[in-house]
């Protein structure tokens, strides 16, 4: 069978109709206009695009939009005038983060923050909140200073509330971006394995708070925490580097001797140091699949415990990570410090990877959903979720926080007929109409806005109590005749 027009990474989604490659704006705003349904990738590393449209029946109107041919440059650095060696640097759309990364390295320069991996676009990063680790660090696109779009219409604008840089590509097609460097910088990665899980669970926040960068590796079955801790060389102290100033000591740690090459001790600059794998550097098998949830740090001890009560929870969760971001006030962000009731509180971003069997998939991660729902978990914009439009409504929905109802009136400013949209989230952006209407009659939102979508269906609701209703007027009406006939 021939091979798809386009699929992603992972091989789970099979794009069949129109690939478009344009290498001009000219052609970008030609696509564009001439679309009813447009569907922008970047290098393809979701395992979900939340926003795309159902791949079987497709009209011809609809395309797929790949602007890694054409958008791939680094456009400028611009060293900082203020003498701090920081700077800035604008780069299109498809520019992959390797490339970025080694030419501000080139420059001095650095991005605060890494993924593990390098080869996916800058756009794609900063649109689905990715993220690397760290206490003070948060999801990619809060580096950006702001960011050229094309809307629905052919009309390039600018963003720059940083409010709406996360918008999964709703508020249009990111042409180009301008982002925040700092100055380079150096780390040494140290291993430690065979770490207790009960005992580390409680210090989690104390030894993250300690480090530049950290990940730590859950094995349910044997109750162990493997640590891989990363730290700024200047800060490190040679006994720091091994017990982390005596908060590990009190545990059983080794030093890894693990000759794998992702978890080897390392010593470089911060491109070669914080992601897994490195420019050149093969990606993990495609016969896995992701899924993330972020939930508060403070919580993460209770998490582990309901995942842990998943029946079977060891075979079916064989590979969680754990890293950690600092809030954000990105509107459609799931670290957003609305989720958090202390703001000096960290996210935990649970990861968990799984063999690619998507039945199995979609009831495991259905499973740790549940288990998760206690601490309002959201998932990862570009990874696996089961979740329905009625919680998405219910975390950035237009009536879960101003912001959000400011971001929802934009997609529907930015692209009012839902050429960037699909049912999903249709399903949450359509409930704009009815808060901008609310806000024309009453003047504001109310305090608890009445009309979020629950789990019973309103319509339903309204149609059993007309149908009582009605029975119990017959009912009535049939015991004032029996009296009357006596
Ligand atoms: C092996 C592996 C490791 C990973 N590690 C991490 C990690 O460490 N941290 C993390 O947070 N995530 C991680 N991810 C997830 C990955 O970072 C995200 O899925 C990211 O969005 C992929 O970027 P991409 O360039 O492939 O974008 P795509 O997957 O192609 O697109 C992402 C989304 O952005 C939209 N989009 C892309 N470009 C544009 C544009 N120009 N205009 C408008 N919309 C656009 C797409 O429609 C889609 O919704 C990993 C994924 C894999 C496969």
Redesign the pocket.
């Known amino acids: 069978m021939a091979a798809p027009p386009w699929s992603?990474?992972?091989q789970t989604v099979q794009w069949t109709g129109a690939v478009q490659k344009p290498t001009t704006l000219e052609e970008l705003e030609r696509c564009v206009k001439g679309a009813s349904r447009v569907?922008?990738?970047?290098?393809?590393?979701?395992?979900?695009?939340?926003?795309?449209p159902p791949t079987e029946g497709l009209t011809s109107g609809t395309i797929l939009?790949d602007?890694?041919h054409g958008?791939n440059k680094v456009l400028s650095v611009q060293p900082s005038t203020e003498g701090d060696r920081s700077g800035t640097c604008v780069v299109e759309?498809?520019c992959?983060l390797g490339q970025l990364a080694t030419t501000l390295q080139k420059q001095n320069l650095a991005l605060e923050s890494?993924?593990?991996?390098m080869?996916?676009?800058?756009?794609?990063?900063v649109?689905?909140?990715?993220?690397?680790?760290g206490a003070s660090i948060s999801?990619?696109a809060t580096l950006v200073n702001e960011m050229d779009?094309m809307t629905a219409s052919g009309e390039v604008v600018t963003i720059r509330d940083p409010r709406f840089f996360l918008?999964?590509?709703l508020?249009?097609?990111?042409?180009r971006l301008t982002l925040r460097c700092v100055p380079s910088y150096s780390l040494h990665q140290r291993v430690y394995e065979h770490i207790q899980l009960q005992k580390f669970l409680p210090m989690a926040r104390e030894v993250v708070e300690h480090v530049e960068s950290s990940s730590f590796w859950i094995d349910l079955g044997r109750a162990e925490v493997m640590a891989w801790l990363r730290f700024r060389i200047e800060d490190m102290t040679p006994t720091e580097e091994l017990d982390v100033g005596g908060m590990l000591r009190a545990i059983p740690v080794r030093v890894s001797e693990t000759n794998d090459p992702v978890q080897t001790q390392m010593t470089g600059p911060w491109l070669d140091v914080l992601?897994?794998?490195g420019i050149g550097q093969s990606?993990?098998n495609r016969e896995?699949v992701?899924a993330?949830f972020f939930i508060p740090l403070s919580e993460v001890q209770q998490a582990i415990e309901a995942l842990q009560a998943i029946p079977d929870a060891a075979r079916h969760l064989p590979h969680i990570e754990v890293?950690v971001v600092k809030g954000d006030h990105l509107a459609l962000s799931p670290c957003n410090f609305r989720f958090l009731t202390d703001e000096k509180d960290l996210f935990a971003?649970l990861?968990f990877g799984f063999p690619k069997n998507m039945q199995t998939v979609a009831m495991t991660v259905n499973a740790i959903e549940r288990a998760l729902k206690p601490w309002g978990s959201r998932p990862?914009?570009?990874?696996l979720f089961t979740v329905s439009g009625c919680t998405l409504e219910r975390f950035c929905g237009p009536a879960a926080h101003r912001d959000c109802a400011a971001f929802w009136a934009l997609v529907l400013h930015h692209d009012p007929r839902g050429k960037?949209r699909n049912a999903l989230i249709d399903q949450v952006a359509r409930k704009v109409v009815a808060v901008q209407e609310f806000k024309q009659l009453h003047g504001a939102l109310p305090g608890r806005w009445p009309f979020h979508c629950r789990s019973i269906d309103s319509t339903a609701l309204a149609t059993g109590t007309l149908v009582l209703a009605s029975m119990a007027a017959m009912v009535l009406v049939f015991r004032r005749k029996m009296l009357a006939s006596r």
């Open positions: 992603n990474w992972a569907f922008v990738v970047g290098s393809g590393h979701s395992f979900h695009f939340p926003a795309a939009l602007l890694t958008f759309a498809g992959s890494m993924p593990s991996l080869s996916i676009t800058i756009a794609g990063a649109l689905t909140g990715t993220h690397g680790s999801v990619m779009v918008h999964v590509g508020l249009g097609i990111v042409i992601p897994f794998f990606l993990p896995t992701q993330e890293r971003c990861h990862h914009w570009g990874k960037f």
